[in-house]
Nanobody, 130 residues
Framework: QVVESGGGTVQPGGSLNLSCSAI????????IGWFRQAPGKEREGVSC????????YYNDSVKGRFALSRDIVRNTLTLQMHNPRHGEPTVYYC?????????????????????????WGQGAQVTVDS
């Protein structure tokens, strides 16, 4: 199970951190990441981390603005959002791969049809508002 926290309202040009807590498993052995979705649109991968080779994937739209970090002791995955923009999807989801050491960070974030299961959190709302 994964649980998101940290959503809220941020001003343009501001920063906001989203945290994903892993419950019942050690995230250091799994591929895990953040996704987002706008109303009526498909969900898209934002940033994902693969534990086996410490590789991180970032969606081109967030490169240089968002950063992913992992805390093995606290068993959490944090998405640091700098300068989120108006018009970007507003609901952020954390997801973990159903099997340890399964998919690489790009394939996991791609959401393309493939073997494997995603375990999703409930979502966190992020609103950009001045």
């Amino acid at each position: 199970q994964v649980v998101e926290s940290g959503g809220g309202t941020v001003q343009p040009g501001g920063s906001l951190n989203l945290s994903c807590s892993a419950i019942g498993f050690q995230l250091e052995y799994y591929t895990i990441g953040w996704f987002r979705q706008a109303p009526g649109k498909e969900r898209e991968g934002v940033s994902c981390f693969q534990s086996t080779n410490n590789s991180t994937y970032y969606n081109d739209s967030v490169k240089g603005r968002f950063a992913l970090s992992r805390d093995i002791v606290r068993n959490t995955l944090t998405l640091q959002m700098h300068n989120p923009r108006h018009g970007e999807p507003t609901v952020y989801y954390c997801a973990v791969d159903g099997l340890p050491s399964n998919r690489d960070s790009y394939r996991f974030c791609s959401l393309l049809p493939q073997p494997g299961v995603y375990y999703w959190g409930q979502g966190a709302q992020v609103t950009v508002d001045s």
